[in-house]
Structures are given as structure tokens and as C-alpha cells.
């Protein structure tokens, strides 16, 4: 039996919504801008020092808010903060792709 991974989108954009208010967006907003907490660069999620990566570092969502890109979710939060998903993609072994359906492979990629 082989398993598949998720693993963090290469790029983290596309449509966005708040799972919280139903905000929505063509991108996550903070993500136009370099973190000021990891360093992460603009259009890339932010990683976690200890590893493991999160959509946006809380300074970065500040940031993005102080600039006027993002506003405060206004559902019940201790901070203030959008909570945005981390695009995520499924990604399988090089043979396993072969044994699927045309109709669930793309590149590699379960769809």
C-alpha cells in the first residue's frame, strides 16, 4: 500500500475565504508582502521556525492590516486575524500515478 502526501502548494495563491467571516479574496492579501517575522518573500507562505509552515506569520497579517491590504475579520477572534487556509496539493509516488484513471491524474496529482 503506498500513501499519498499533502505538501504545501509551491505557491501559495488563489481564491481565498476566512473560515470564520466568509471574507474572500483573489489572494491571501499578506501574502503580497515579505514577512517581516521569517523572512519569508512576497507570494510564498511563511515557515515556522521550529518547521512546518503556516499561510501568514501573525506580524505579516499585522502589516498587511496597518497597510490597508487586509481588514480585521470581524467574527469573534482574540486577535483580529483572518483565519485563511494553507493551499495544499496531494502529491503521490512516481508509479502510483500510472494505475490511476486518466480522469484523476493531472501531472502527477490527484485531483
Do not use: F, Y
Amino acid at each position: 500500500m503506498q500513501i499519498l502526501r499533502l505538501v504545501q502548494h509551491p505557491l501559495a495563491t488563489g481564491p481565498v475565504q476566512c473560515r470564520r467571516c466568509a471574507a474572500e479574496w483573489a489572494t491571501d492579501p499578506a501574502l503580497l508582502l515579505d514577512c517581516p517575522r521569517c523572512s519569508a518573500r512576497a507570494g510564498q507562505p511563511c515557515c515556522r521556525p521550529s518547521g512546518g509552515n503556516e499561510n501568514a506569520c501573525i506580524a505579516r497579517d499585522v502589516l498587511a492590516i496597518r497597510r490597508g491590504l487586509l481588514g480585521e475579520c470581524p467574527a469573534l477572534t482574540w486577535d483580529g486575524r483572518h483565519s485563511k487556509p494553507l493551499p495544499l496539493a496531494c502529491t503521490m509516488p512516481a508509479g502510483m500515478a500510472a494505475s490511476l484513471p486518466a480522469a484523476q491524474r493531472v501531472q502527477g496529482q490527484l485531483l
